[in-house]
């Protein structure tokens, strides 16, 4: 398997703007989380899905920021719009069976907002 | 409330010396589990190991040992022999099965120097 997929790896926008990212989870994982790390405030869990369904978002900063997972190989953390305290890596990882398993992390995006 | 404390955020050491990160953890529940991840420079997080909190044995893995004591709510990380290929930053967290949350440490940058 190829792993945990993420694109884009890079972004660059400008305040205000719609920032996509999106996510291709291991096939047969159904886990999904979605974590953003700054030198502030450490790696930090946002949202996870359990066979695609949204379970706890309570990490999720502001109304802002948004998830959605369509489909088992297919997720999207979606910021609108955009500030420049949102630059940050983002990585989405997967696992199996249980919310405590191993958990399989992408190369993750970095994102700066200008 | 759930906490992992990694109090060294940054450690140096010289090839083949032997290198303990620590990780302090708190949590009221009685079922969690505790994590090691490395992120290499690369920047992708990769699992290590997973111990549930009934299980306090010590696990070997070729250089590496982990070092569970639930008396003193730590779960250190010790590298024999360290080298170059070590350096990377080195995550603990704790997931508490109650509350399916995930917390991780601020992590302790290793460098191995030749």
């Known amino acids: 398997d190829a792993g945990v997929i993420q694109s884009p790896r890079h972004e660059v926008t400008e305040m205000g703007q719609e920032v996509t990212l999106r996510c291709k989870p291991i096939?047969?994982?159904?886990?999904l989380f979605w974590y953003r790390q700054t030198m502030m405030r450490g790696l930090e869990l946002l949202i996870y899905f359990n066979n695609n369904v949204p379970i706890d978002d309570s990490g999720m900063p502001e109304d802002r920021f948004s998830a959605k997972m369509p489909n088992a190989s297919f997720s999207t953390l979606k910021i609108q719009p955009s500030e420049p305290r949102d630059s940050a890596v983002y990585f989405c990882?997967?696992?199996?069976?249980?919310?405590?398993?191993?958990?399989?992390f992408g190369p993750g995006t970095r994102l700066t907002v200008l | 409330a759930q906490k992992v404390t990694q109090a060294q955020t940054e450690i140096s050491v010289v090839e083949k010396e032997d290198v303990t990160l620590d990780c302090v953890y708190e949590t009221r529940d009685t079922t969690y589990y505790l994590f090691w991840y490395k992120q290499p420079p690369s920047g992708e997080l990769v699992f290590l190991i997973r111990?549930?909190?009934?299980?306090?044995q010590n696990e070997i893995s070729g250089r590496y040992s982990w070092n569970f004591q639930k008396s003193t709510s730590s779960f250190n990380f010790t590298i024999t022999a360290s080298q170059v290929v070590d350096s990377a930053v080195y995550f603990c967290a704790l997931s508490v099965v109650n509350n399916n949350d995930m917390r991780f440490g601020a992590g302790t940058r290793l460098t191995v120097k030749p």
């Open positions: 096939s047969g994982h159904d886990y």
């Open positions: 990882a997967s696992s199996f069976g249980r919310f405590y398993n191993e958990q399989f």
């Open positions: 111990r549930n909190s009934f299980d306090e």
